[in-house]
């Protein structure tokens, strides 16, 4: 079966901890992404990346890092520094090269809790 | 800038009734634009895009979308609605801006179907 997974599906932790969210895909698309969901508020960017050992700041990385290491890995640490660290955060790949052609491959989300 | 608007927060249909689901856009540019449905806790899946060619797009479970370059939308359409149908959909556009790797999503639109 190809596609994204992101583990766990639900993930809580005490408010002052770092926590990673886990995201892989064999797609073997090159560019990967992290979104957080918020209700009524659509998706936001929080980082991309178009290819292995390269990523970028979404509109939202604040408090958040990442690493691409490996072409089907992109993990995501939600640092102390995020004051609003509970949402519902998403995975997303597409093939690198003419991107703006295909649609992005989502994974099924992990919800984070922080209190 | 860039962006894409969803003029409704939620769309109501009665089962067998034709629904349509607005999206207006706003790109320098040719348009990249996508459709995209979000069942509860789930990630995004893919609908239909328009890239070029025909302005009548068609996509997965029946739907459809018409792109009008002159109003400057992209709306999604289904000729005989289902409950099942009943999810968030979001209208989305390429940033060109960045090579077409990022996307920009509209605030979504909660359709019900109503048996």
């Known amino acids: 079966d190809g596609g994204i997974t992101q583990s766990p599906k639900y993930l809580f932790r005490k408010e002052g901890q770092n926590v990673t969210l886990s995201c892989e895909q064999n797609l073997n698309h090159d560019a990967m992404y992290w979104y957080r969901q918020d209700p009524g508020q659509g998706l936001r960017l929080i980082y991309y990346?178009?290819?292995?050992?390269?990523?970028q700041k979404g509109d939202i990385a604040e408090g958040y890092s990442v690493s691409r290491e490996k072409k089907e890995s992109f993990p995501l640490t939600v640092t102390s520094a995020q004051k609003n660290p509970t949402a519902f955060y998403l995975c997303?790949?597409?093939?690198?090269?003419?991107?703006?052609?295909?649609?992005?491959?989502f994974g099924p989300g992990t919800r984070l809790t922080v209190t | 800038a860039q962006s894409v608007a969803q003029p409704e927060d939620q769309v109501n249909v009665a089962e067998g009734n034709p629904l349509t689901v607005k999206c207006t856009y706003s790109v320098s540019g040719n348009p990249y634009l996508f459709w995209y449905v979000q069942y509860p806790n789930r990630g995004l899946q893919f609908l239909l895009k328009?890239?070029?060619?025909?302005?009548l797009v068609k996509g997965s479970y029946g739907f459809e979308a018409e792109f009008n370059k002159s109003q400057t939308s992209f709306h999604l359409k289904k000729p005989s609605a289902l409950v099942s149908d009943s999810a968030l959909y979001f209208c989305a556009v390429r940033d060109m801006a960045t090579g077409g790797f990022k996307t920009i999503f509209g605030a979504g639109t909660r359709l019900f179907v109503k048996a």
């Open positions: 990346s178009q290819i292995v050992n390269d990523f």
């Open positions: 328009y890239i070029t060619g025909d302005n």
């Open positions: 997303a790949s597409s093939p690198g090269l003419a991107a703006s052609l295909y649609e992005q491959y």
